[in-house]
């Protein structure tokens, strides 16, 4: 997700910094499931080739030049990728997502997919962002991904009208601009969702929250404190990570007078287990709830707790057993061989959704797009709103998760509308 570099070296650990990317520059394209002539043949009699033979082809022709000639009555889409220099890495999974998601759409012949590296210069972004609309003719464009980079051509994306899919973590990221298509599972819709979860179905009614003197901290520490509010509990305490460990003894001695219900605490996976082993030992904690954010959702979160300790929950909108991961594992080994991770499945989600958009007949124009994205609307799967002069905003419907003997199960989906606290359809993948 859009993070900047100095929110990345803060967050200690949060799975969400897994977006940052930035670095120079790289064209290549996909037709279909195979390259473009332009660049290389096309899979011979439309056979599937491995995920990373598309992989190889994509990195071979990196900054040979080559440009394909102007598309006309084609559907293309961009992504601007970091795949050189410091966040090459990360640019690589998230085009292990984009190829994923064109081996899953079979029947999207005809379709392209330009990748671009756009480099740290905000110059080279910027020009590569303009060569993707005026010169390759992109329909929508996929990225860029660090949060100084989308602030740095939100402008350009203005006025060039065209369709850009975005990974923010804050609601309140990148207003104002009507163009932008904002996908992921916001800071503050999981707090919300926590709160309520809370609140509504543990019966819940006295809060403590500690969280992390960093921004994600401080973002879900302020939506969660006032959802319990509007819901009408209380917050009886609320410290830093760091000034409850360092002033501990005293701190703790605080925290029990409260004796709150439940304790939220929006920090990564290991800090988070540490601290929550730590307060299970006192015995005015036994009993008390832990509530957390998708961080949690990990293998690292899972061994930390152990086996024996309950009265954990968490959100995400996927976990292990779930249809959809399951389904998007068993393509992504098949492609490249090998596990993904968070990053890989959050790009293959958001790029199935703008591909299954271009490939529907009659659909070219930005406001065909954005249209065919909005008919989608809200479903088992998304929350699609449009916010209009902020665009269009893809949230996935979020479950609740829990341990049970040390492994992530899931309660049920959550119903999202907020103010709510029915959980609902439980066999929605």
Request: proline share 5%; glycine share 10%; charged share 20%.
């Amino acid at each position: 997700m859009n993070l900047d570099p100095k929110t990345f070296s803060l967050c200690r650990g949060f799975r969400w910094l897994g977006m940052l990317v930035g670095s120079f520059v790289f064209l290549v394209c996909f037709q279909g499931l195979g390259f473009s002539q332009g660049l290389t043949p096309s899979w011979p009699g439309g056979s599937k080739r491995s995920g990373n033979e598309s992989l190889k082809t994509a990195t071979k022709y990196y900054n040979t030049g080559e440009v394909p000639r102007a598309r006309i009555n084609k559907k293309v889409l961009g992504c601007l990728l970091p795949l050189s220099g410091k966040y090459e890495s990360i640019g690589r999974r998230a085009l292990k997502g984009i190829i994923a998601a064109s081996e899953v759409l079979t029947s999207s012949n005809g379709m392209e997919v330009i990748v671009m590296d756009y480099g740290e210069n905000e110059a080279v972004l910027k020009k590569s962002l303009r060569d993707m609309v005026l010169r390759d003719r992109v329909s929508v464009v996929i990225g860029p991904f660090l949060s100084s980079s989308v602030r740095e051509v939100n402008g350009t994306i203005k006025d060039l009208r065209v369709p850009t899919v975005v990974f923010p973590l804050s609601e309140r990221e990148f207003l104002g601009n009507p163009n932008l298509i904002k996908f992921g599972y916001s800071l503050q819709k999981q707090a919300r969702v926590m709160a309520q979860f809370a609140a509504g179905d543990l019966h819940t009614n006295t809060f403590a929250v500690l969280y992390p003197s960093t921004r994600p901290g401080e973002i879900m520490k302020d939506a969660f404190t006032g959802a319990v509010k509007l819901l009408g509990g209380s917050i009886g305490y609320v410290n830093s990570h760091d000034g409850f460990i360092w002033n501990f003894s005293r701190e703790l001695a605080w925290l029990k007078a409260v004796r709150p219900g439940a304790i939220f605490i929006p920090d990564g996976a290991r800090s988070s287990a540490e601290l929550i082993m730590k307060l299970k030992r006192e015995k005015e904690f036994e009993e008390t709830v832990f509530l957390g954010p998708n961080t949690w959702n990990s293998t690292t979160f899972a061994r930390g707790i152990g086996k024996n300790i309950t009265g954990i929950y968490f959100t995400d909108y996927f976990f292990p057993g779930s249809v959809r991961w399951v389904d998007f594992v068993n393509i992504y080994k098949e492609a490249f061989g090998d596990e993904p991770g968070f990053l890989e499945y959050q790009v293959f989600e958001a790029v199935t959704i703008i591909m299954e958009a271009l490939r529907s007949s009659g659909v070219r124009k930005s406001d065909e797009i954005i249209e065919r994205i909005l008919r989608k609307g809200t479903g088992s799967f998304y929350d699609i709103s449009n916010d209009h002069e902020d665009g269009i905003t893809i949230s996935p419907n979020p479950y609740i998760l829990s341990l049970k003997r040390g492994e992530i199960t899931a309660l049920y989906p959550y119903s999202t509308q907020f103010g709510t606290t029915t959980s609902y359809f439980p066999g929605v993948r």
